[in-house]
């Protein structure tokens, strides 16, 4: 059995402790397409927030396994599900902190699994920086009997956006992004990619995510402490993402096919 949920849910993920420097958040943010001083210059850098999802396994080289306790699966059946961050403070441009994970929940959708893990990250001298959640979908893993968990349909506001925001991504977009710790060959080895039931490699999702967040804080012109999307579809290196804004609510498309939704709160 891949999935054993009487060991997986309420499982430790260990405690891992990590640094930063300001040009790992440059690095990041470059990796975003964000090449604006405030971004790119360290005198007057100022943090994504997003960066602290990646600033635990920044340095990391190896592609990521999805082996947890009770859990086994091939990487090649795994996609990101969705993701939250919550900041409890602006993060630093450099620093040391201590993240605290363990597995959330596990559910069965019958024909895949998803499992929920759940990370908590403070200073190395105890305040807390922020916490995230994440989700993954394993296809073909579900039928174990585990709970289904919650619906992951979500209703957007009547009426016309607010605003809509147009990022662009690079082809190359996802050669740059795996420099952030993310070596999944998905997004760069077709052969990999073609296993998985893509045409060609998929930009990561948490690129994607990033990128929409980064739109959003600009377009704002505000601090965005808490923001969380579910990946509803698959981005293209070289694709156009439109994103529609309603009040404190977002949905990302590629062509009018939605490729992220979600929601968020400002400072």
């Known amino acids: 059995m891949s999935i054993d949920p009487e060991i997986a849910v309420g499982a430790s993920l260990g405690v891992r402790e990590f640094e930063w420097a300001a040009s790992d958040v440059i690095l990041y943010h470059l990796a975003l397409g964000a090449t ?3 971004y790119a210059f360290e005198p007057q850098l100022t943090v994504l927030s997003t960066f602290g999802i ?17 859990i086994d699966i091939d990487l090649a059946d795994t996609l990101h599900g969705s993701q939250q961050i919550t900041v409890h403070a602006p993060l630093p441009t450099s620093g040391k902190a201590r993240a605290t994970g363990r597995i959330a929940d596990v559910y069965d959708k019958g024909s895949a699994a998803v499992i929920v893990t759940e990370y908590e990250v403070a200073d190395l001298d105890g305040p807390p920086l922020y916490t995230m959640r994440s989700e993954i979908f394993a296809r073909g893993h579900g039928g174990f009997g585990g709970n289904r968990g919650p619906s992951a349909r979500s209703t957007l506001p009547d009426g016309p956006p607010d605003a809509v925001l147009v990022t662009q991504t690079l082809p190359q977009q996802a050669l740059w992004y795996q420099l952030c710790g993310d070596r999944n060959p998905l997004h760069v080895d077709p052969e990999f990619a073609a296993r998985a039931g893509f ?29 969380q999307a579910r990946f509803a579809g698959v981005v293209l290196p070289g694709d156009t993402l439109s994103t529609r804004l309603w009040d404190g609510r977002f949905e990302t498309s590629v062509a009018d096919r939605p490729v992220l939704t979600g929601a968020y709160n400002i400072a």
Request: some cysteine; hydrophobic content about 40%; proline content about 14%.
């Open 199 to 227: 045409p060609r490699p998929i930009l990561h999702g948490l690129c994607t995510y990033g990128m929409v967040y980064k739109s959003i804080v600009d377009h704002l012109g505000s601090a965005v402490p808490e923001f």
């Open 54 to 70: 990646v600033a635990p396994t920044f340095h990391v080289t190896e592609p990521p396994a999805v082996v947890f306790p009770g």
């Open 36 to 38: 604006e001083l405030k």
